[in-house]
Nanobody
Framework: VQLVESGGGLVQPGGSLRLSCVAS????????MGWYRQVPGQQRELVAV???????NYADSVKGRFATSRDNAKNTVYLQMNSLKSEDTFVYYC?????????????WGQGTQVTVSS
């Protein structure tokens, strides 16, 4: 499975961006999809998750500002980021994960840079 993120860029504090992640699979709907972010040299941190059933969960640092959604017909997961702060500056990655019996299938995208700066 290949995951391709897009939508990153430079935005001013208080602004918004929407990230997209398209998956190359015919069974996208079974995957739990996650958004992570990372600064080089530091551990990748979880930002948001949307399960195959549509349930969402968010890191405390982004609750109320970020929202994730998915369109299974388009094999796409989104991360809407509002009220962006300078501390949201990271490379953002999407991850697809699926358990098939006892086997976990896990895939990462290549990342997209988000820079929040005036």
């Amino acid at each position: 499975v290949q995951l391709v993120e897009s939508g990153g860029g430079l935005v001013q504090p208080g602004g918004s961006l929407r990230l997209s992640c398209v998956a190359s699979t015919t069974i996208f709907s079974v995957y739990d999809m996650g958004w992570y972010r990372q600064v080089p040299g530091q551990q990748r941190e979880l930002v948001a998750v949307i399960t195959s059933g549509g349930h969402t969960n968010y890191a405390d640092s982004v609750k109320g500002r970020f929202a994730t959604s998915r369109d299974n017909a388009k094999n796409t997961v989104y991360l809407q980021m509002n009220s962006l702060k300078s501390e949201d500056t990271f490379v953002y990655y999407c991850k697809a994960e699926w358990w098939d019996g006892g086997t976990k299938y896990s895939y990462w995208g290549q990342g997209t840079q988000v820079t929040v700066s005036s």
